[in-house]
């Protein structure tokens, strides 16, 4: 596990190579962007601008900025890799910078997984959210979203597909920083011999945690298989038919 220079070095790193290919790859920046809200126009990247709230210096990973015509959409951005921990307050006082500057958007990404309905994976005071949105993209989101355009040959620019696919041997190396999902959390064995013991019980602590990693596993999966499928993959509630259809879409 990385720690201080050396993490702070994989992160950097990491951003840069995202930003990058972001911003040179039309149909992968079209796949992260517009999903937020951002128009499908022409996307420019940005690292570690500075700002300034007060007489605290803030410097965001970077910044993505999305032009149509008179449109624009602006997001800050915030990177995490490894096992490095997204912080409410640091998150908090982006949005209040994208407030001021009148920005649309913080989008933070790092190794956590969001279940399928995709709420942000950290506690955000709401009202800090009333005027900028903040969204999450895990890395194995992004290395999917890849995938999907690799395996259906839908980058129409040869040079543009093969960036595409030396970003993710990146995202495949040991060292980018991005992370599979093999970890069920500190309450995972104590819930776990409660159930085979059967003495589990709705009140148990751990519980809540544990059934919110699952679905995380459950949606890291989808992505998985989806990647490896070339299509969309998304969970079946449970109790529901094979051939009937839910807001999230039947597993394919």
């Known amino acids: ?32 962007t517009t999903r937020f ?3 499908a126009g022409q996307v420019e990247t940005f690292i570690e601008v500075p700002f300034n709230r007060g007489d605290d210096p803030y410097v ?22 490894g096992a490095g921990e997204l912080r409410s307050e640091q998150v908090e006082a982006y949005l ?20 399928a309905d995709e709420r942000h994976p950290i506690a955000i005071d709401g009202w800090k959210t009333k005027k900028v949105g903040v969204y999450h993209l895990s890395w194995a989101e992004i290395r999917f979203r890849c995938q999907l355009l690799i395996e259906n040959r ?13 970003f993710l041997r990146y995202l495949d190396h040991a060292r980018s920083g991005v992370e599979k999902f ?25 519980l809540p945690f544990v059934a919110e990693r699952f679905d995380q596993l459950a949606h890291y ?7 490896l499928l070339g299509i969309e993959v998304s969970q079946r509630p449970s109790g529901e038919s094979a051939g009937s259809r839910s807001p999230a879409g039947p597993v394919r």
Request: aromatic share 4%; proline share 3%; net charge negative.
């Open 1 to 32: 596990m990385l720690s201080g220079p050396d993490a702070a070095e994989q992160e950097r790193r990491a951003t840069s190579a995202l930003l990058a290919v972001v911003g040179s790859v039309r149909e992968f920046g079209r796949a992260l």
């Open 37 to 39: 809200g951002a128009p």
């Open 60 to 81: 965001p990973d970077g910044l993505i900025r999305v032009t149509r015509g008179q449109r624009s959409w602006t997001a800050l951005v915030e990177v995490k890799t």
């Open 96 to 115: 209040d910078i994208a407030r001021e500057q009148r920005f649309d958007a913080v989008l933070t990404i790092s190794n956590l997984i969001t279940a």
């Open 154 to 166: 839908s980058v129409a620019d040869a040079t543009q597909e093969y960036i595409l696919g030396e």
């Open 182 to 206: 093999d970890d069920m959390g500190s309450h995972w064995v104590t819930v776990r011999d409660s159930i085979v013991a059967g003495t589990l019980r709705p009140t148990d602590k751990g």
């Open 221 to 227: 999966l989808c992505l998985h298989l989806g990647g």
